[in-house]
């Protein structure tokens, strides 16, 4: 994985709700810093990965204080959220969606998937993307997307608006990843937590873990 003998793994941070960093030969790189992530989800990071508009994945804020705070920080994300930050920061925001391939902050990262789950037929469905890492770590956004491809990190959206648990444990029986990591998790109280981690741990068919905001863990 890491091609410079002498560095450490690379690391995934949870932060809170869908957020995470990841971390790689002093490189980061931060998928959704959304309204329901720490203030500061932006900073410090080299590159911000944005899977849909939707505000607990998009804060607009957030993202524009570490573009701000570093010259050098890029975006990669979809057109619906390109279009709210290119004219601040011009030639620092790309657009991608499905099929695309890019490197940033020294990961190589493919993308998958187009329209974000249905919440209910009378909601208009926004876009919305997912990010493969090095081929390791996939953060679908807010969709059930099947990237097609061996994972070794699922990082599986556990309670949300737009999903119950039958659909959860049918995506990580699908996926097949070695591990699936919960996100989207900032609306599940603890009272019910140990309900998910029990009927996905023992359905899912995959090694399943939470991980509370600040916590890390090894690639």
Known sequence: ?????????????????????????????????????EGDAALGAEAILVTHEHPDHFDEGRIRAGLEADPEARVWTLRSVAERLSAAFPGRVHTVGHGD???????????????????????????????????????PGDALTVP???????????????NKI???IDYVREVKPRRAIDIHDALLTDLARPIYDRQIGELGGSDHGRMAPGDSTAL
């Open 101 to 139: 391939t890019f490197s940033a902050a020294g990961f190589d990262i493919e993308v998958h998937g187009e329209l974000h789950a249905v919440i209910h037929p009378d909601i208009p469905r926004v876009t919305n993307i997912g990010f493969l890492v090095d081929g390791q770590v996939f953060h």
């Open 166 to 168: 039958s659909e959860v």
């Open 1 to 37: 994985m890491n091609s410079h003998a002498g560095n450490t793994a690379p690391t995934l941070t949870k932060q809170s709700h869908s957020c995470i960093r990841l971390e790689k030969d002093g490189r980061t790189l931060v998928i959704d810093p959304g309204g329901f992530s």
């Open 148 to 162: 097609g491809r061996a994972v070794d990190t699922l990082l599986l959206p556990v309670m949300a608006p737009w």
